[in-house]
């Protein structure tokens, strides 16, 4: 397993006004595969992918990272996991304007004081084909572009696992393809392990497995889903949602 | 006048206070009070004021002698007396009228001052007409007669245009820190405007005006200024009375209740600063009316880039050009006159060039900084670097509050180091003498005897400064002029050059010398006559035997004639004391002749014995302790600058929410991105110290330059100081950084990053 939750339970403010985001959360993601986690606004699916990515800490429970418990980590240990052994594509801004796409790439780490594996950026660069723009600053470059480039970043170090919160959410149908399918192949030709949060039926019907959450709670999953089978699920949970 | 305690320790205040000796009379009972023991009564008792008893440990019985140009005294202390009102710092002692007489005047039944009380009914004016009536009748002429009010005023004037040379200048400092607190507001409004373009694009959207928005900025200034200037006027009254404590802890007797806050005060330093703040406001006020409503559809993630326009670099330029033309010419010129004024103008524009051109130069001279210094810090350093260039805008303004003050330190340390230089190169050309003996208020009769008599000294040299009013051939009267009555061989040790005639001829009987400008001036020649109106004297015919080349700084201009010639026609009790005794030691001798003047002296501790060492190290001293206070004074203006670097990065750490915890995110640990902020900083602070140094290395140059025409002739740049305030920049940029960093460290990863 890449990364496993146990029990986790994510709770902010106390008493009355005590309101549960993750309510008791077991869930397994297994290595070289592509998850997706959905769910309406509200139901903690961004929440849970936070915790997982050691962003944020949990109320209780235990999260492992492969096979260290990143729960009841302090903030340096944390943060030399993510940074060794997490990526990251955010919806937006997942650029430092400061840094030209290539220094953007190398990031975490040069941070880390290591050097890249120089053939596998090279395929990595190639792969999500920004060959000829790795000298532009990311002012220089359109959306698309710059999520392939966090795609890329996030790719470059060989982390264990890549979390992305809607890496797609920003782009236009198109561009949103061509990130949805540098991830794909990263899975399937790389074995790259990869927990996506999207809204988008489409997006998820890219991932092998899809978690859908309501309330806190995992309510059901789904394999090699397609788009439209993803959204006749969503429509019934909508429906239920709302007869209840 | 001193008084010293049985181990010879000087009782004289250290601060540059007086030490007073008089007779105890009844009227001292309305300013002090016995506190211990009883008024002195005879040859053999004194008083002493219960300040500097305590300074020194006093107690009564203690023997105490007295120094008067008279001669010395030795008496015990019968009695402490404390002041009732505030104490101006002096050391005071008394005697009864008789031994005060005899010891302090050396002659009985002669008072220097007569306190007269008026009876009741009698006014002060009516008694002064009184008094003077009395003391003409008496066929005595000219004597100073002032009432209670008349005395006071006069002392207040005394002290009052000292003081209006310190308030000046405490306003001079003041000033320049209100520059740098301008930079300093501009800088932050200039922020604040940016991080809210959307909000503001959305206010211009929903309808507000350009005139709103603008008008919308200025008040939020007002109500800053009134804020900070009520604040800034509370502290400052505040930091009055606590610098009057620590003063009176010092043993500046000074009671904080006499603080006066005159009205005008508070009301000019309120005015000031709400101008101030809304004038410096007004820039960036128009900047954020420019907003256009579709500001607040875009994704302003950071405000855009403020690049240096060409615009601003050719104004930069010219005025820097302009003033850079300005100095040359200073240090060119062969007046005075014209030069300060070219001094200061070339100052003035250099300085403002090198405010407007600052963003411009930002990014060159941070580049070269970073390469030097960031390397070392690998992508940490590279980080902190564009950011420090991201907005040469903010950078330059930042950097440029620090250059300000660190200009005029640099400037001042040249201009220091190279009097220094100067002089003691000047001693080095001109002084042949071994040693200096001088001390405050010259050398009494018996110091003198006792010093002429020490072993292993080839010869002594006296120096007396003689008042007098020359009347030349042309008719013209000088007034106060000094004559330097010395032994001969004073000139000879002062190496003297003569342009015309025999220096050593100015020693012969009524012969003296003048400078070369006095005798251009007067168009005089060797032969010609002078009449010379001694002070306390009789008026002489004196020959004019040389007139002394005025090359070099020492004693330039200086007319000398013998002791001899002085004698005659000033009666001996009015003679001026000593002021300064040169000393040539016997050859090879002179280790042991410094011992032997030291130690002749032993019981006079007002008298100092140098060698020329010593004496270049006094002059150091001197110099160094004037630097020192004025760097105080800039501590101020580089204080407000430090402010406006926590400033600039505190709000920079905001704008920057998104990106830090992107790079939390991504792994940047809390001690790297502190760091990072740090870097930031250093590299800011160094730009503005960098800029400032070369900058005030320029200014002092000149004025080298241009004060060598007073005999500043050698330009010595202090490195040591340069380097250090350039060093400490480094460290200032450390502590400026401090609070932002550890803000930034203890940021929300996820609010930073959480989307919408």
Known sequence: MAARARQVVKAYGSGETRVVALDGIDVDIARGQFTAIMGPSGSGKST?????????????????????????????????????????????????????ALENITLPMDIAGRKPDRAWLDQVVETVGLAGRLKHRPTELSGGQQQRVAVARALASRPEIIFGDEPTGNLDSRAGAEVLGFLRRSVTDLGQTIVMVTHDPVAASYADRVLYLADGRIVDEMYSPTADQVLDRMKSFDARGRTS | MTVVDSDNKNLGPTNGGPTIAGNWTRNDLRSMDITAGHSPRGPTEVMIDADTADKHDLKIGDELRTIAATGDHTAKISGIAAFKVTNPGAAI?????????????????????????????????????????????????????????????????????????????????????????????????????????????????????????NRSVLVEALLLGVFGSVLGVGAGIGLAVGLMKLMSGMGMELSTGDLTVAWTTPVVGMALGILVTVFAAYLPARRAGKVSPMAALRDAGTPADGRASVLRAVIGLVLTGVGGLGLYAAGQADQAKDGSLLLGGGIVLTLVGFVVIGPVLASGVVRVISAVLLRAFGPVGRMAERNALRNPRRTGATGAALMIGLALVACLSVVGSSMVASATDELDKSVGADFIVQGKGGLTAEAERALTKTPGVDHFS???????????????????????ATDPTYVKDLR?????????????????????????????????????????????????????????????????????????????????????????????????????????????????????????????????????????????????????????????????????????????????????????????????????????????????????????????????????????????????????????????????????
Not at chain 2, 478 to 483: E, M, R, Y
Request: glycine share 10%.
């Open chain 1, 48 to 100: 849970l992918m936070h915790c997982l990515a050691g962003l944020d800490t949990v109320s209780s429970g235990q999260i492992f990272l492969d096979d260290t418990e990143s729960t009841g980590l302090k903030d340096k240990k944390l943060t030399r996991l993510r940074r060794d052994r997490v990526g990251f594509i955010f919806q937006a801004f997942n650029l430092l304007p400061t840094l030209n």
């Open chain 2, 496 to 756: 003297r050059e003569a342009v015309s005639g025999d220096v050593s001829a100015a020693y012969g009987k009524d012969a003296m010398s003048v400078g070369e400008e006095f005798a251009d001036k007067h168009r005089l020649k060797v032969g010609d006559t002078l009449k010379v109106a001694f002070d306390d004297g009789r008026t002489g015919e004196l020959k004019l035997a040389a007139i002394t080349s005025d090359d070099g700084s020492l004693e330039k201009g200086a007319m000398y004639t013998a002791i001899a010639t002085a004698q005659r026609y000033v009666p001996a009790d009015r003679m001026p004391l000593t002021e300064m005794v040169l000393a040539e030691a016997a050859a090879g001798q002179q280790d042991k002749a410094y011992a032997a003047l030291k130690k002749s002296l032993a019981t006079y501790p007002q008298y100092e014995v140098m060698d020329q060492t010593d004496f270049k190290q006094t002059l150091k001293d001197q110099v160094g302790q004037m630097l020192n206070m004025v760097y105080g004074l800039l501590g101020l203006a580089i204080i407000v600058a430090i402010l406006g670097v926590v400033n600039t990065l505190a709000l920079s750490v905001v704008e920057r929410t998104r990106e830090i915890g992107l790079m939390r995110a991504i792994g940047l640990s809390r001690r790297q991105l502190r760091r990072m902020i740090r870097l930031e900083s250093v590299v800011i602070a160094l730009f503005g110290a960098l800029l400032g140094l070369g900058l005030g290395m320029g200014w002092g140059a000149t004025a080298q330059k241009l004060l060598a025409l007073e005999g500043l002739k050698v330009l010595e740049i202090p490195w040591s100081t340069i380097i250090g305030v350039f060093v400490g920049s480094a460290f200032v940029g450390l502590f400026a950084a401090l609070v932002p960093a550890f803000r930034a460290g203890r940021m929300n990863v996820l609010n930073a990053i959480a989307t919408e």
């Open chain 2, 462 to 484: 006296r120096y007396k400064d003689v008042g007098a009013d020359i009347t030349t051939p042309d008719g013209k009267v000088t007034k106060g002029a000094g004559l330097s």
């Open chain 2, 93 to 213: 002692v008394y005697f009864d009228t008789a031994t005060a007489q005899r010891e302090l005047l050396g002659a009985t039944g002669r008072f220097t001052h007569v306190n007269v009380t008026a009876d009741a009914g009698v006014s002060d004016t009516r008694l002064k007409a009184n008094v003077a009536a009395a003391v003409d009748k008496a066929g005595a002429s000219a004597y100073d007669i002032r009432t209670q009010k008349e005395s006071a005023d006069e002392n207040r004037k005394a002290v009052g245009s000292f003081m209006d040379v310190m308030k000046y200048a405490m306003l001079g400092f003041a000033g320049i820190a209100f520059l740098v607190g301008i930079f300093l507001i501009i800088n932050t409004f200039s922020m604040l405007v940016a991080q809210r373009t959307r909000e503001i694009g959305l206010m211009r959207a929903i309808g507000s005006s350009r005139k709103q928005v």
